[in-house]
C-alpha cells in the first residue's frame, strides 16, 4: 500500500468508528509518551542502546559537536563546553521565545542561529542528518528532564495560534489533530495504535523513514495521512502547532534517542 492509500483507508476507518468512543478532553487524561502505545519490539529496541539506531546519530552528533567550522574558527564546544551542560535545561524548553527575532524558535533553529551569527558557518538545511545528530545529542543529553515550555508572555498568542491549529479540522477529510490523538489514542486503526501524538521523543527514529527525524516531518507525514496540505518544515505554522504540543507534553519525561515505527 502507497501513502497514500494508507492515509485513505486510514482516516476512512476513522470516520467509519462508532461515534459512541468515549471523548476526553485533553486536560483530563494523563500524558502518556508515544513509548507507552508502542509494540514491545519497538519499545526493546529504544531500550536497547546497542541495537538502537538513534545510536548512530548521536555518534555523528559528538564528532559534530566538537567540529570547527566556519569563519570565526569555532566548533559548539568552544562556546559551550565539552559536555554542553548548561544547555541541559533549555534543551528540554523549546520551542522558547527569540526576543531578536520577536518570535519563538525552534531547537533546530537555536542551533542554525549559532552556525551563522557565533560561528560565521552556513545554516544546516532542515532535517539534515548533520542538523538532526547534533540536535539528538543535546535532547540525550537532556533525556528524563520533564519538558517545560513556557508559553507566558510573549508566547501567549503564538500557543493560541498552535491550539487553533491542533482544533481546525482540515483538509479532505476534514480532521483535525485532536481527533485522532486526543479522542482515540490506544484504538487500534488498519494496524496503527493511536498515541496521544506527544513530542517530547523528537527528533526520533522513524523505521518507516530509516533515519532520524524532526517533529515537524511527523506533522506533515500526518497532514498527509489525514489528507491535508502539509506546512513547510520550520513555517510559522508548524512551530506555533509545536508549542502548543510542546506545553501539552509538559511534564513528561525528554526520550532521547526514541524510536517509533
Ligand atoms: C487520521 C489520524 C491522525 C490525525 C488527524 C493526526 N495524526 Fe498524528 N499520528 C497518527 C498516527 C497513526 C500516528 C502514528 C502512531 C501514533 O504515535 O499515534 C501519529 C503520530 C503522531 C506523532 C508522533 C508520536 C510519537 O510518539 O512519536 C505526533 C507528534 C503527531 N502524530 C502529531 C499530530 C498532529 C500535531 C496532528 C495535527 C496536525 C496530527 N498528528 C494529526 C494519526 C493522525
Ligand atoms: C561563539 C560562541 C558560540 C558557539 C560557537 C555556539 N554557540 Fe550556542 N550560544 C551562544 C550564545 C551567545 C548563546 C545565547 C543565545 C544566542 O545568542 O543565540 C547560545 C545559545 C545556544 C542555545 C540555547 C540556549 C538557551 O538557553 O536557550 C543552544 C541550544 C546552543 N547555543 C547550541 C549550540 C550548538 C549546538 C552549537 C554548535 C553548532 C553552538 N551553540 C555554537 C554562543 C555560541
Avoid at 196 to 204: H, S
Wanted: charged letters at 20%; hydrophobic letters at 40%; proline letters at 7%.
Amino acid at each position: 500500500m502507497g501513502p497514500y492509500q494508507r492515509g485513505l483507508v486510514l482516516a476512512v476507518a476513522l470516520l467509519l468508528l462508532p461515534g459512541a468512543a468515549l471523548i476526553f478532553p485533553a486536560s483530563a487524561q494523563e500524558a502518556r509518551s508515544g513509548y507507552f502505545y508502542a509494540s514491545p519490539e519497538t519499545q526493546a529496541l529504544q531500550d536497547d542502546p546497542f541495537a538502537n539506531p538513534g545510536s548512530l546519530w548521536l555518534e555523528e552528533g559528538r564528532a559534530r559537536w566538537q567540529r570547527i567550522e566556519g569563519a570565526a574558527g569555532k566548533s559548539c564546544a568552544s562556546c559551550h563546553g565539552d559536555n554542553g551542560t548548561e544547555l541541559i535545561e533549555a534543551s528540554a524548553a523549546y520551542p522558547k521565545f527569540n526576543k531578536r527575532l520577536g518570535r519563538p524558535i525552534t531547537l533546530s533553529q537555536q542551533i542554525n542561529q549559532c552556525r551563522v551569527r557565533h560561528m560565521g558557518a552556513a545554516a544546516l538545511a532542515p532535517d539534515s542528518e548533520a542538523l538532526m545528530s547534533i540536535e539528538l545529542l543535546l535532547r540525550q543529553r537532556a533525556a528524563g528532564r520533564p519538558m517545560q515550555v513556557s508559553v507566558d508572555g510573549p508566547m501567549r498568542p503564538f500557543y493560541e495560534r498552535g491550539k487553533a491549529l491542533y482544533f481546525q479540522r482540515r483538509g479532505q477529510f476534514n480532521m483535525a489533530c485532536y481527533q485522532c490523538h486526543d479522542q482515540r489514542p490506544g484504538e487500534f486503526v488498519r494496524g496503527e495504535r493511536l498515541s496521544q501524538g506527544q513530542i517530547n521523543n523528537f527528533p526520533a527514529y522513524l523505521i518507516r523513514w530509516g533515519t532520524v527525524g524532526s517533529a515537524h516531518r511527523r506533522f506533515q507525514l500526518c497532514d498527509r495521512q489525514a489528507r491535508a496540505e502539509p506546512f513547510q518544515i520550520g513555517s510559522p505554522e508548524y512551530v506555533a502547532l509545536e508549542v502548543y504540543v510542546a506545553h501539552r507534553a509538559r511534564g513528561l519525561a525528554v526520550e532521547a534517542p526514541a524510536v517509533r515505527p
